[in-house]
């Protein structure tokens, strides 16, 4: 546990810095906290950060403590909304949470890893006990907090469970005596809650640790799966290379430092050659898409996904790996129809408003919405925007 450099690095802040250098002096395993939601089904590259300083944590022989926060997944946490979130369902938690295991163990260390779910302990209290932890804090605090504040001055409603869910996350980190509690810039407040909680309960005070956040594949937005701005872990490698390459250059010196391993060295002469113009954009962009590939799937999983995307962008012809499916059985129907119905888009609106647009082509020819699919089709390759194909059969 020597070399503790790596911890401090890409960091937004620590809270108290000098304590966390203090606790690595000491020698021994510091238990690392990470809380993380199941809310939607896949790991993305924004999730990724944390999880990454989570596995430096673990490389140099501190235990990492994943909060799968099925509990608190059915509160909702308030951070950053402006509106109070819809609830979900325990069936959907748990959907959600089998789901995310894999692309956890993507991004961590088999070894030491616990993994907790926070319905062991949440799910347990009782009325007096969680009236006692409601008397810890009080109105007053929470409306010190930057979102409740401003709900509060525009008079739009807060209710009093999305009150309770930073008590409920600093609940998480008395049961498991955290060290130090990982998150993304917009959870300090709740890091906070956690260590004011600690210290209640009798117990050390957590530090708290908070990563820079991604920015999503649209280049304003922090990445987000309901905002469909994102890259997932687990995104199959021809797909995550064209994702990458889809970002605004803009981007591209913040993925770097965050969305890859590289050395700070390495970054920072990036960055510079993309200022000074020595670098081209088009070929930087190529590089990073092909390290972050490879940092997921391998190598050779990353030369053959920049094959695939040549392949389609540059020598404008299908992929050779595309999936065969069925045309819908019946009678002809309208191509906004069979595109919802194969799943190559969300609704048929959203087909619609791509075949107006032109992006929806079989063997190359766009398709309009007035058309309907004919025998000839089968066989022929049918393209939805940039990166969907699929072979009618």
């Not at 809270?15 to 250098?21: A, D, H, I, N, S």
Request: proline share 5%; net charge negative.
């Amino acid at each position: 546990m020597s070399d503790t450099s790596t911890i401090f690095r890409r960091v937004d802040t620590i809270v108290p810095r000098e304590e966390l250098t203090e606790r690595l002096a000491e020698g021994r395993p510091l238990r690392i906290k990470l809380g993380l939601d199941p809310t939607a089904p896949g790991v993305t590259l924004g999730w990724a950060v944390v999880l990454r300083k989570l596995a430096q944590f673990q490389a140099l022989g501190h235990t990492a403590v994943l909060i799968v926060g099925d509990f608190t997944a059915q509160v909702g946490d308030p951070s950053g909304k402006n509106e109070t979130r819809r609830r979900l369902s325990a069936e959907e938690v748990k959907g959600y949470a089998d789901t995310l295991l894999a692309g956890f163990h993507k991004v961590l260390l088999p070894e030491p890893l616990e993994i907790r779910y926070n319905s062991e302990w949440l799910g347990a209290l009782d009325m007096a006990e969680v009236l006692q932890l409601t008397s810890h804090v009080t109105v007053a605090q929470m409306l010190e907090r930057g979102d409740f504040a401003k709900r509060f001055a525009d008079g739009t409603p807060i209710s009093v469970m999305e009150f309770m869910y930073p008590l409920l996350q600093g609940m998480d980190s008395v049961a498991i005596d955290a060290d130090v509690e990982l998150g993304g810039t917009d959870q300090l407040w709740n890091l906070m809650m956690g260590r004011i909680l600690m210290e209640r309960y009798g117990k050390r005070p957590q530090i708290a640790l908070t990563m820079p956040l991604l920015i999503g594949t649209d280049g304003e937005q922090k990445m987000s799966q309901s905002l469909g701005n994102y890259v997932a872990v687990d995104d199959a490698p021809s797909d995550m290379f064209g994702k990458v390459m889809s970002i605004p250059d803009h981007l591209m010196p913040q993925w770097f430092e965050l969305a890859t391993t590289l050395s700070g060295e390495e970054v920072a002469s990036t960055v510079e050659g993309l200022n000074s113009g020595t670098l081209h954009p088009g070929s930087t962009k190529r590089r990073l898409a092909r390290e972050i590939v490879e940092l997921y799937w391998g190598s050779d999983a990353a030369v053959a996904a920049e094959e695939a995307f040549d392949r389609i962008f540059v020598e404008h012809l299908a992929p050779t790996d595309v999936q065969e499916v069925g045309l819908p059985a019946g009678d002809p129907v309208f191509w906004p129809a069979v595109l919802k119905e194969l799943g190559l888009t969300a609704s048929s609106s959203e087909a619609r408003r791509l075949l107006n647009q032109g992006a929806v082509k079989l063997d190359g020819a766009v398709l309009t919405v007035e058309e309907s699919p004919r025998p000839d089709c089968l066989g022929k390759v049918l393209q939805v925007g940039k990166r969907r194909f699929v072979r009618l059969v």
